[in-house]
């Protein structure tokens, strides 16, 4: 489906099953009427969005909408109506790599492997484009058919943006330069941390930097990500935790570039180990569409 330059309204779609919540609105299973293609639509009440919430899907629309990758969930176009803003995206048919991790407990080499290059395709593209996500995280993860696609630009923006002394994103995956936003600005970096952070999640289903509930404001988080303080599983692969360690760098000039990760032979190796029966099965199908 390409994007379109015609006005949609909701009348041009046949609105299926619920597919989730986001932070801002309800993902519904549609299907576009004149073309029979199957998206995700996603429904924003605009009385519920504040004036910077606002400007943040804006931002979020102009970047995502401009981006080609394989990896990349696709946003075909948007309308809106007195209401509700609609967002008209390409939809994942295995639904969220982070419910399948939870669902098996952790992925097995072979899988996170073959996830992780993609993801590092992804990444390595939009930092080409001068764009970073500030949210990487298996639950801004998809899958379709076999294929990651990296979703949520809710806190993108581009490299040249006064933004990038702001704070924001996860508190299990942010770097120690995010933390410190108030001293120093930070950049491309922060995605190359969350990666890290991301692939060693893929193999033992947890973060390596975890919060607690009786840690006001993180505090304790905080403190052992600035101490890179975080203990490793025995049985942790070792070329495997020298691609993790590689990432979460302190410094993030020695940080390896998603470039470098995708020819990364263990990876490559590994990921074509991956076998049929890993992949989820779809969670939905064309007929979940009245």
């Not at 990651?148 to 490299?159: I, V």
């Amino acid at each position: 489906m390409e994007s379109q330059t015609r006005h949609w309204d909701l009348k041009h779609f046949e609105i299926g099953k619920e597919l989730g919540n986001g932070r801002f609105g309800t993902v519904f299973l549609a299907r576009e009427a004149q073309s029979m293609f199957i998206v995700a639509l996603k429904v924003l009440n605009k009385a519920e969005l504040t004036e910077d919430i606002q400007h943040q899907i804006k931002r979020e629309v102009e970047i995502q909408y401009h981006l080609r990758h394989r990896n990349i969930i696709r946003l075909y176009g948007y309308f809106h109506d007195v209401k509700r803003l609609y967002l008209v995206l390409e939809y994942a048919n295995h639904g969220s790599i982070f419910s399948h991790l939870r669902k098996v407990g952790h992925f097995s080499v072979p899988l996170a492997s073959h996830l992780f290059l993609q993801l590092a395709d992804a990444i390595t593209y939009i930092h080409d484009m001068d764009v970073l996500h500030r949210d990487i995280k298996p639950e801004n993860m998809l899958l379709n058919n076999k294929t990651l696609k990296l979703a949520d630009f809710g806190w993108a923006c581009h490299k040249k943006s006064s933004r990038l002394m702001t704070y924001c994103g996860t508190p299990d995956y942010l770097a120690p330069e995010m933390i410190k936003v108030a001293k120093e600005p930070y950049d491309f970096g922060i995605d190359l941390w969350a990666m890290g952070i991301t692939y060693f999640e893929f193999l033992t289903g947890r973060t390596p930097f975890h919060s607690h509930l009786n840690s006001p404001r993180n505090t304790h988080l905080y403190k052992n990500i600035c101490a890179l303080n975080f203990d490793v599983p025995k049985d942790f692969p070792k070329e495997a935790w020298t691609i993790v360690k590689n990432l979460l760098a302190k410094n993030p000039v020695d940080r390896t570039k998603p470039g470098v990760v995708m020819q990364n032979s263990y990876l490559i190796e590994q990921a074509k180990q991956i076998q049929e029966d890993e992949f989820p099965s779809r969670v939905t199908t064309r007929s979940e569409v009245p």
